[in-house]
């Protein structure tokens, strides 16, 4: 079991960048493949981006692709979120989520097993 908590959220403007941390607590946190999720007010969560359990980046959505990196640090339990050229489509609440071992290979919210409280990423325009 692992539990995720999210930092790093707020206000910018469009073109700011943001980078947004997720820490696990447990011994087993490099044991599982990590994401990036995110919920726009009225609309389904979706992927943003995922992380295998040895750092390689896997998947990520076509919106984001050029603009956001994931990285991990397995020594520090935290999984990274860089965000650049933040657009106002960007707002959302984002999560980190955590999957024992491996990422399939169309990832979706199910398939996750733990998750953070969130946090807000506002982007005006």
């Known amino acids: 079991q692992v539990q995720l908590a999210e930092s790093g959220g707020g206000l910018v403007q469009a073109g700011d960048s943001l980078r947004l941390s997720c820490l696990g607590s447990?011994?087993?946190?490099?044991?599982?493949?990590m994401g990036w999720f995110r919920q726009a007010p009225g609309k389904e969560r979706e992927v943003v981006m995922t992380i295998s359990r040895s750092g390689t980046s896997e998947y990520y959505a076509d919106s984001v692709e050029g603009r956001f990196t994931i990285s991990r640090d397995n020594a520090k339990n935290t999984v990274t979120l860089q965000m650049n050229n933040l657009k106002p489509e960007d707002t959302a609440v984002y999560y980190c989520?955590?999957?024992?071992?491996?990422?399939?290979?169309?990832?979706?919210?199910?398939?996750?097993?733990?998750w953070g409280q969130g946090t807000q990423v506002t982007v005006s325009s």
């Open positions: 989520a955590a999957r024992w071992m491996m990422t399939p290979a169309k990832p979706k919210p199910a398939d996750y097993d733990y």
């Open positions: 447990g011994r087993t946190f490099s044991k599982y493949a």
